[in-house]
């Protein structure tokens, strides 16, 4: 079933709906707007340094905070250079399931006096932590992009977090984002570093899924083009040429330059660790240096990890799909779900995945590895339809042991006894919800398969697409297959499990659809349901269509086109 989804004319009427913003106000937005406090943090940790402290960096173990790890990182050492300094730079992961997540008490015990903290990418809920750092006589600089957990702010000497304070022009960053205007607030000059770091910083906005509009869409165009160039750290562009991606653009970057940089995060306890110390590798002077296979065995570490964590969502969607019968889960407002078996560092994954495809939030719960608790369940929890998560979980804080996180995405623990009711009270909560026919798909626009090219430069001006700024979907009329050396199309994926249909200039990739296309007789003509973007291959680029959904165009064959058809299919 298919429905138009509102009266859109042109892709500008789409964008402008979804971004609520004029076409100029949207394609020019203003570059470094003020964020409130981030000037006086950068004086205050010159201040510090000059007095001789030395400092240790705090920071989350996902992509997010890694990235905003480096980014400060680099920042700080080539301050400290500049300056003729001396201070020591320490970095701090958190370990995900023996110490979970933000700044712990155990971390505040390791930190020696003499230093000061600054947090990335968290830090905003962490209240008794920097109180007892505090107590300890270390100074904390908060830099920080998720809510406060109520209207507590923690005891630090200054705090930079958009979402938390009022008074900033943008809210939208992520941590890397921030930790990217602090370096460059700290080191102006250093256009070579600062290019590097907008690359990684264009990475963790797209992965964070942070809205592409405002000074995001700034960072991201510009962080694009710096990939392309490889004008990145050393490890990361030996990461790049690993995983082979001709010409990255925001999709690469969401399914595997993402995925990867996240998933020893998600399956080791200190995995974050691996990451950053990867981004932090000096190209060698000599190619042939063992320091150049070490980066090379580093990244290729890294890919293995991705392809198990996949092995490991696969096994534990196949699970979902097992255990809940798919009518029971179409029913809910809010779907919340438990299972002992699944990994702690992928409940988030799947929680997206279900609200993926059943357009309504989602929450996933296993039991932690720490704290070892019998009867507390820790999840995580994705939104859908504009549902501000944080907001929802500050209704039922009641209910829950812990919990933190922003609009589009949260983490939270309860004891074993409280689920059922948490999960009555936010569906309670969400019944104004209009229950979407997940079998009915919505498209902005319609056209003909002949009229694609025609569309490509209005959709390519409005790029990158992503969170806030959706790719516009299509109803493309009338994609005739045009046969490729003898062939209409080609079975591709690990499995032969996609399928490639040769059009007239022009492609369409169906995901998990082979067995379905074959099944249905090799059709020809189809109308489809999907999105557009350039492929690059050879240094060829071709239009290519993502097919969300296809129908059979049957209409008689003569003769001759049944004699034409067996001959180029041998």
């Known amino acids: 079933m298919w429905e138009k989804n509102k009266d859109f004319k042109s892709i500008t009427d789409v964008v402008q709906y979804h971004t609520g913003m004029l076409s100029e106000e949207f394609l020019n937005p203003p570059k470094d707007p003020h964020i409130k406090n981030l000037r006086d943090a950068v004086i205050l940790t010159q201040t510090f340094l000059k007095k001789g402290l030395h400092v240790a960096i705090i920071a989350d173990y996902d992509v997010d905070g890694i990235l905003a790890a480096i980014n400060l990182y680099e920042g700080l050492k080539e ?171 925001e999709d690469d970057i969401g399914f595997k ?77 809010c779907i919340v779900l438990y299972d002992s078996s699944f990994n702690e560092g992928i409940i988030g994954i799947l929680a997206g995945k279900l609200t993926e495809k059943y357009d309504v939030p989602a929450f996933v719960f296993t039991d932690p590895i720490y704290p070892k608790k019998i009867g507390l369940y820790k999840g995580s929890g994705r939104s859908a339809r504009n549902i501000h998560l944080k907001n929802l979980l ?31 009270q936010v569906n309670l909560q969400l019944s104004d919800i209009v229950l979407s026919d997940h079998r009915c798909l919505r498209y902005d626009l319609e056209i003909s398969a002949s009229e694609i090219p025609y569309y490509m430069d209005e959709l390519q001006k409005f790029a990158p697409y992503g969170e806030g700024n959706p790719n516009p979907v299509f109803l493309i009329h009338d994609f005739y297959l045009s046969p490729r050396n003898g062939h209409f199309f080609q079975r591709i994926g690990q499995n032969a499990e996609h399928i490639k249909l040769y059009g007239n200039n022009m492609d369409a990739i169906g995901f998990d659809m082979a067995e379905r296309f074959i099944n249905n007789e090799v059709p020809k003509q189809i109308d489809i349901i999907g999105t557009l973007s350039f492929n690059y291959f050879n240094n060829r680029k071709k239009i290519q269509i993502e097919i969300f959904d296809y129908l059979s165009i049957k209409k008689e064959k003569t003769p001759f086109m049944e004699s034409l058809e067996s001959l180029l299919t041998l």
Not at 406 to 417: E, M, P, V
């Open 79 to 249: 301050y400290i250079k500049q300056a003729g300094l001396t201070n020591k730079l320490i970095v701090r992961f958190p370990k995900r399931f023996s110490e979970g997540y933000g700044l712990s008490s155990r971390i505040i015990d390791e930190i020696p006096c003499g230093y000061f903290i600054i947090t990335v990418d968290n830090g905003i809920a962490a209240l008794e932590q920097i109180a007892q750092a505090k107590r300890k006589g270390i100074p904390v600089i908060v830099t920080d992009h998720h809510l406060c957990s109520d209207t507590s702010l923690p005891s630090a000497d200054i705090i930079v977090d958009p979402n938390a304070i009022g008074g900033s022009e943008f809210a939208g960053y992520c941590g890397a984002a921030i930790a990217y205007r602090f370096a460059k607030t700290l080191i102006p000059k250093n256009k070579k570093l600062l290019e590097q770091l907008l690359a990684l910083t264009a990475i963790a906005t797209i992965t964070d899924v942070m809205p592409l509009y405002g000074d995001n869409r700034n960072i991201v165009k510009r962080g694009l083009k710096l990939l392309n160039q490889r004008k990145v750290p050393y490890g990361m562009n030996v990461l790049l040429n690993l995983l082979r991606i001709e010409y990255i653009q």
């Open 257 to 333: 330059i993402g995925p990867v940089l996240n998933a020893a995060g998600r399956l080791e306890d200190n995995g974050a660790e691996k990451v950053f110390n990867l981004l932090k590798m000096k190209e060698p002077n000599n190619p042939m240096l063992e320091s150049d296979q070490e980066a090379y065995t580093a990244a290729l570490e890294l890919i293995e990890l991705n392809k198990k964590r996949q092995n490991i969502v696969k096994e534990s969607m196949d699970k979902i799909q097992e255990d809940y019968p798919d009518d029971v889960l179409a029913n809910e407002r």
């Open 394 to 424: 500050d209704k039922n804080k009641d209910l829950l042991n812990g919990y933190g996180g922003h609009a589009g995405a949260a983490g939270l623990s309860i004891d074993k006894t409280k689920l059922s009711q948490f999960s009555q």
